[in-house]
């Protein structure tokens, strides 16, 4: 019995030895502090991000029409009373977009969780055991040879265009990259001393891969996440903008810019501001990821993370 | 040298056996009948058992999948459920605009990233690469579909030096063809040499930290040599990988463009394709892709091995 007991007697003494939350939050700040010193890019990053998630969660109160409404008001340019100017359809264009906001926003929010957890939970195993790793990773492979629109306009044409399948249709790229990424980390990270430590006191599997090897890929799927983020938000916009992805009754900012593709001569307003959004957001993001990266590993500094 | 160039190759088949099973399988991942899921709602009776013929799908799976690979090693590429003509013929005509686009953006993202690239790390630091390196992210975070949207707002409607849209095929010569290209060509292009600029800036300054950098300076070599022939050979490396790998991302890029523009390619033939749930084209067109991007990867992989003889199982 007391040989059983001996991993989860030095779990609990590690846990004892692991810092306090209060020192939690003081090597945060000063993490956060050298992030900003290093890139003060960063800054304008966080700004946009914040004031744009602020934006979409007051967004019930910010709009102030029924964008859904269709008025005789139609492609009024920018004034005091509609401040993006209003549609083809009489709507008001500043409204669609911060309504649009908030499916652009939760859709490249939810391909990122799902990518990531799913991602890191498959490569886990795929690296950890060695008979799954050679068949899953050639099925990564071929799935990653498809460009992720191919793939994503592929799905969507089978499943139909709603937000759930375009969630669903860029998380099996995302999932993939994931995949990729944090398997070769854990295949380095299984050979670690700490690794072979944990085994040789008879640590389970589950333990091992969830508790020692996990948060130690933490960092670099962190900064692979906001490169996630960036492009689900980007491909999402580019199939709603195609009319394969978002139905056009749910604003997105790229189904709104769609709605203005005829109307570049005459009311160059209806495309201009959502994409003006979608650009300051996804340039939020990659300024955010870029800092991060910077900061976990100087190295790279000044490299885009690719798919 | 011949032993990798064997093992790279043997490594890349059964990936594009995997790009086959997916591609194969993809109309049968959802539930139901694919000959109801491409028919739609309004398909009769007599439709779905065309459909169904037409797919093979009153075969056995194992069957449909023999017979599909058969047929593609043949360089059958199946039938179109719309217009029922071979996909093949369907794809000739489609492929001149597509492959004129594609050449022309790698030509100039080329050439453009790898200038910026380069003098942003010979000015690390200064206004210039920070001008440089910021419009690098923008040309990154900027969707390519809102991109042509300023460009045509810009160019085409309020100085009219370009058009918006009307392709010219390269029959009608080549100075009306590039002038109607110019603005989606210009789109990718930005794009792509965003990618471009930045991955060279970093590979050059990783090897301008190298000691036979500092030798070669030492010995009193101009600036310009150095830069050139001491630092870039070997930074191409890293970019020339870069440049592989997105013409993946290209390809979101083309069937954006072509759209917008109007340009009859095969990115606008997928997107008739995904409207009408043409599917066979659709897989047609994964197949190529997918198969093509496997390729082109393996030849730059190849083609290291010969210039760089570190590279070695």
Same mark, same amino acid.
């Given at each position: 019995? %007391?040989?059983r007991?001996q991993?989860? &007697?030095?779990? &609990?003494?590690?846990?004892?030895?692991?810092?306090?939350?209060?020192?939690r939050?003081?090597?945060?700040?000063?993490?956060?502090?050298?992030?900003?010193? %290093?890139?003060?890019?960063?800054?304008i990053?966080?700004?946009i991000?914040?004031?744009i998630?602020?934006? =979409?969660?007051?967004?019930?109160i910010?709009?102030?029409s029924?964008?859904?409404?269709?008025t005789?008001?139609?492609? !009024?340019?920018?004034s005091?009373?509609?401040?993006?100017?209003?549609?083809?359809?009489?709507r008001?264009?500043?409204?669609r977009?911060?309504? %649009?906001?908030?499916?652009?926003?939760?859709?490249?929010?939810?391909?990122t969780?799902v990518?990531?957890?799913?991602?890191?939970v498959?490569? !886990?195993?795929?690296g950890?055991?060695?008979?799954l790793?050679?068949?899953?990773?050639?099925?990564?492979?071929?799935?990653?040879a498809f460009?992720?629109?191919l793939?994503a306009?592929?799905?969507?044409?089978?499943?139909?265009?709603s937000?759930?399948?375009?969630?669903?249709?860029?998380?099996?790229?995302?999932?993939?990259?994931?995949?990729r990424?944090v398997?070769?980390?854990?295949l380095?990270?299984?050979?670690e001393q700490?690794?072979?430590?944990a085994?040789a006191?008879?640590?389970p599997?589950?333990?091992?891969?969830?508790?020692?090897?996990?948060?130690?890929?933490?960092?670099?799927?962190?900064?692979?996440?906001?490169?996630?983020l960036? =492009?689900?938000i980007l491909?999402?916009?580019s199939?709603s903008?195609?009319?394969?992805?978002?139905?056009?009754?749910?604003?997105?900012?790229?189904?709104?810019?769609?709605?203005?593709?005829?109307?570049? &001569?005459?009311?160059?307003?209806?495309?201009?501001?959502?994409?003006?959004?979608l650009?300051?957001?996804?340039?939020?993001?990659?300024?955010?990821g870029?800092a991060?990266r910077?900061?976990?590993?100087?190295r790279?500094?000044g490299?885009?993370?690719?798919? | 040298?011949?032993?990798?160039?064997?093992?790279?190759?043997?490594?890349?088949?059964?990936? #594009?056996?995997?790009?086959?099973?997916?591609t194969?399988?993809?109309i049968h991942?959802?539930?139901?009948?694919?000959?109801?899921?491409?028919?739609? @709602?309004e398909?009769?009776?007599?439709?779905?058992?065309?459909?169904?013929? $037409?797919?093979g799908? @009153?075969?056995?799976?194992?069957?449909?999948?023999?017979?599909?690979v058969?047929?593609?090693?043949?360089?059958?590429?199946?039938?179109s459920?719309?217009?029922?003509?071979?996909?093949?013929?369907?794809m000739a005509?489609?492929?001149?605009?597509?492959?004129?686009?594609g050449v022309?953006?790698?030509?100039?993202?080329?050439?453009?990233?790898? *200038?910026?690239?380069?003098?942003s790390?010979?000015?690390?630091?200064?206004?210039? @690469?920070?001008?440089f /390196?910021?419009?690098?992210?923008l040309?990154?975070?900027a969707?390519?579909?809102?991109?042509?949207?300023?460009?045509?707002?810009?160019?085409?409607?309020?100085?009219?030096?370009?058009?918006?849209?009307g392709?010219?095929?390269?029959?009608?010569?080549?100075?009306?063809?590039?002038h109607? /290209?110019?603005?989606?060509?210009?789109?990718?292009?930005?794009?792509s040499?965003?990618?471009? *600029?930045?991955?060279?800036?970093?590979a050059?300054?990783?090897?301008?930290?190298?000691?036979?950098?500092r030798?070669?300076r030492a010995?009193?070599?101009? $600036?310009?040599?150095?830069?050139?022939?001491?630092?870039?050979?070997?930074a191409? #490396?890293?970019v020339?990988t870069?440049?592989?790998?997105?013409?993946? *991302?290209?390809?979101?890029?083309?069937?954006?463009?072509?759209s917008?523009?109007?340009?009859p390619g095969?990115?606008?033939?997928l997107? $008739?394709?995904?409207?009408r749930?043409?599917?066979?084209?659709?897989?047609?067109?994964m197949?190529?892709?997918a198969t093509?991007?496997?390729?082109?990867?393996?030849?730059? @992989?190849?083609?290291?091995?010969?210039?760089?003889?570190?590279?070695?199982?």
């Open positions: 019995m %007391g040989m007991n991993p989860e &007697q030095a779990e &609990q003494l590690a846990i004892r030895l692991a810092p306090s939350p209060g020192a939050a003081r090597r945060a700040l000063a993490a956060s502090v050298l992030i900003m010193r %290093g890139n003060p890019n960063v800054i990053g966080v700004v991000l914040a004031a998630l602020l934006m =979409t969660a007051f967004s019930p910010i709009v102030r029924d964008y859904t409404q269709t005789t008001d139609l492609r !009024l340019p920018p005091s009373e509609h401040w993006f100017g209003t549609d083809a359809f009489g008001d264009v500043f409204d977009v911060i309504a %649009g906001s908030r499916v652009s926003l939760y859709v490249g929010f939810a391909v969780v990518s990531v957890v799913l991602g890191l498959i490569a !886990l195993f795929a950890y055991f060695r008979f790793d050679h068949i899953l990773m050639r099925f990564v492979d071929g799935l990653l460009p992720t629109i793939l306009l592929a799905l969507i044409a089978l499943l139909g265009g937000v759930n399948n375009v969630i669903i249709a860029l998380s099996v790229t995302g999932t993939a990259s994931k995949v990424l398997r070769g980390q854990v380095s990270l299984r050979e700490f690794v072979e430590a085994r006191i008879g640590a599997v589950w333990r091992i891969l969830f508790l020692h090897i996990a948060p130690n890929t933490f960092g670099i799927v962190m900064v692979q996440a906001t490169f996630t960036a =492009t689900a491909a999402e916009a199939l903008f195609l009319g394969a992805g978002v139905p056009e009754f749910i604003p997105t900012w790229g189904n709104i810019v769609a709605t203005g593709k005829g109307y570049v &001569q005459v009311a160059f307003w209806i495309s201009f501001f959502p994409g003006v959004f650009t300051a957001t996804v340039l939020a993001v990659v300024l955010i870029d991060l910077d900061y976990l590993d100087p790279l500094k490299q885009f993370l690719s798919e | 040298m011949w032993r990798y160039t064997l093992i790279r190759i043997a490594s890349s088949i059964p990936v #594009i056996l995997v790009v086959g099973v997916i194969f399988s993809i991942i959802a539930p139901g009948d694919p000959a109801a899921i491409i028919g739609g @709602d398909a009769t009776v007599e439709d779905l058992e065309r459909i169904r013929q $037409e797919l799908t @009153d075969q056995p799976i194992h069957i449909q999948f023999i017979r599909w058969g047929r593609l090693a043949r360089g059958d590429l199946g039938t459920i719309f217009s029922k003509q071979s996909i093949t013929t369907l005509p489609r492929l001149q605009p597509t492959l004129s686009l022309q953006v790698i030509v100039l993202s080329t050439l453009l990233g790898i *200038s910026i690239g380069v003098i790390a010979w000015k690390a630091g200064a206004p210039i @690469d920070r001008a /390196m910021f419009f690098a992210v040309g990154f975070s969707p390519g579909f809102w991109l042509a949207f300023i460009l045509i707002w810009v160019f085409a409607v309020n100085f009219g030096w370009f058009p918006a849209l392709y010219r095929p390269i029959g009608e010569g080549i100075l009306p063809h590039l109607s /290209m110019f603005l989606p060509v210009a789109v990718n292009s930005i794009l040499s965003a990618f471009i *600029s930045r991955i060279t800036r970093s050059m300054l990783d090897v301008l930290r190298e000691d036979y950098v030798t070669a010995k009193g070599l101009r $600036e310009l040599v150095v830069y050139m022939r001491h630092a870039f050979r070997p191409s #490396i890293p020339v870069v440049i592989g790998a997105s013409l993946a *991302s290209l390809a979101t890029g083309f069937v954006v463009t072509e917008i523009f109007a340009i095969l990115g606008r033939m997107i $008739e394709a995904i409207i749930r043409d599917f066979p084209i659709i897989q047609a067109m197949m190529v892709v093509g991007y496997v390729l082109v990867n393996l030849f730059i @992989d190849i083609i290291y091995a010969y210039l760089d003889p570190r590279i070695r199982y």
